[in-house]
């Protein structure tokens, strides 16, 4: 039985070394290119993976700001800004589940002891997280 190794090599064609053949094979194309992106998925998944490296190492905060992109950081300032800004943005998430799913649940089943429970939950998740994105440092 033949190994699959064997099935790929190519032969050079009339007038072509073996070493030509190869970089030919080897030159990227545009499709090349965005099928080799990772997905935004394959993206946040990475993020993840190295933040939590980061915290292993002890290295700086890894952070992500519209004028540098991500960097390491260990200014405080610089931190508790982003810091702010992540907490805002899921300030926002969490009403919009609130409003969104979790209010219109309580309209259907408003006796509901799983809902009554959530509702309260998420009442104080959002009151903590409204109280830290109006921290102003003075």
């Known amino acids: 039985m033949v190994g699959a190794h064997d099935q790929t090599k190519a032969t050079p064609r009339s007038g072509e070394s073996p070493g030509e053949r190869l970089s030919s094979r080897r030159r990227s194309r545009p499709e090349d290119k965005e099928q080799a992106k990772p997905s ?30 991500y960097k390491f950081c260990s200014d405080p300032a610089e931190l508790q ?18 409003t969104g799913v979790v209010a219109p649940h309580a309209a259907l089943q408003p006796k509901g002891r799983w809902i009554k429970h959530l509702n309260t939950q998420l009442s104080s998740v959002e009151s903590t997280l409204d109280v830290i994105a109006d921290y102003i440092d003075a």
Do not use: M, N
């Not at 915290?55 to 952070?63: F, G, V, Y």
């Not at 992540?86 to 589940?97: C, D, G, Q, S, W």
């Open 40 to 69: 935004p998925s394959q993206a946040r998944a990475g993020l993840a993976c190295l933040r939590d490296i980061i915290a292993e190492h002890d290295w700086p905060p890894l952070i992500w700001t519209r004028t540098d992109g």
């Open 81 to 98: 800004a982003y810091e702010v800004a992540v907490i805002r943005e899921k300030l926002t998430e969490i009403r919009r589940f609130i």
